[in-house]
C-alpha cells in the first residue's frame, strides 16, 4: 500500500479516521493488523524509542491498538459533528473529556538545539500516543478552519484531509490516490460522449 496513505490526512486524529478506507471497492482497516498499525503508528511519529521497545510485547501492541479503536470512533464523532453543526457537541466534549482522563501525563526536559526544552510525554507508550493524537485534535480545532478539514472528492473514497493549501482547493485525498484516476475518468467520459 502506498506510504503517504499513512499520513495523507495531515494530522494524526484525521490519519487515524483514515485508518480505514476503500480501495477497489473493498474496505479495508490498518488497525486490523498489528504490524500495519504499528508502522502507522511509527509513521505518524507518535513513538519514542522507549515505545518502540515497549511494543515489542505483543499484548501491549494490542491493548494499544484498542484504545486506538475507541479514539478512532471518537475521531469519527467529532468529524460527523463538524459536518452536521460545525462545531462539537457538548455530548462529544463529554466523551473527549472522559477519554483524557486515562491519559497520563509527565514532564521531561529535553536539548532543543543548544538550549533546553520542558515538554509534556506520555508515561507509557499507550498514554503518550494517545496524549498526542488527542493534542492533534485540540490543535486542530483551535487552528483550522473547519472548512478546511475535508473529505475527498471521489465518489469511491471515505478519507478525510487537512487542507493547509495556500489556495484552500484542495479537492482529492491525494493526487496519485484519487486526483488522478478522477481527471482519466472524466477524460474518458468526454471522450465517450463525443462520439
Ligand atoms: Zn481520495
Known sequence: MDKSLYILGGSPWINLVNTTYISNKQMYDILHDPSSAFKWLGENNLLRESDVLALENDELLDQLIEGLHSLRHLCEVILADLKQQGKLSL?????LKR???DVKVGLAIVPKHE???LISEGITARDHVMYNIVSSII???DNISIDRIRECEHQDCILH???TSKSGKRRWCSMELCGNRQKAAEFYARKKNKK
Open 139 to 141: 490543535h486542530t480545532l
Open 115 to 117: 538550549n533546553l526544552k
Open 161 to 163: 484531509f487537512v487542507d
Open 91 to 95: 455530548n462529544t466534549v463529554d466523551q
Open 99 to 101: 477519554f483524557v482522563q
